[in-house]
């Protein structure tokens, strides 16, 4: 069984900055890579970035030099540390589990950018 809970969005000006956690229930949490996803109003859930059970990390263009992604595997956390942040990064934010058997979702937490 995994189960996953985001947390920490909430309403920031342009320019500003939040961090996202999300508490991974998942067995052999430290194996897995992870991964952050958003999705926008009317729009297609979409990758944002991922860390590899190594820590290697990657980040879609969009976001990249603002955001950044990093895992406490002895908590079995995921972090997003978002800067600089825009309008255009407004969306529910979830994290999940990569390479698993099905797709796993948390409830996601909003993030709106807004002056």
């Known amino acids: 069984q995994v189960y996953l809970a985001e947390s920490g969005g909430g309403l920031v000006q342009p320019g500003g900055s939040l961090r996202l956690s999300c508490e991974a229930s998942?067995?052999?949490?430290?194996?897995?890579?992870m991964g952050w996803y958003r999705q926008a109003p009317g729009k297609q859930r979409e990758l944002v970035a991922t860390?590899?059970?190594?820590?290697?990390?990657n980040f879609t263009d969009s976001v990249k030099g603002r955001f950044t992604i990093s895992r406490d595997n002895a908590r079995r956390m995921l972090y997003l540390e978002m800067n600089s942040m825009k309008p255009e990064d407004t969306a529910v934010y979830y994290c999940?589990?990569?390479?698993?058997?099905?797709?796993?979702w948390g409830q996601g937490t909003q993030v709106t950018v807004s002056s």
């Open positions: 998942v067995i052999n949490f430290k194996i897995f890579d």
């Open positions: 860390i590899t059970s190594g820590g290697s990390t």
């Open positions: 999940s589990p990569e390479g698993t058997s099905r797709r796993f």
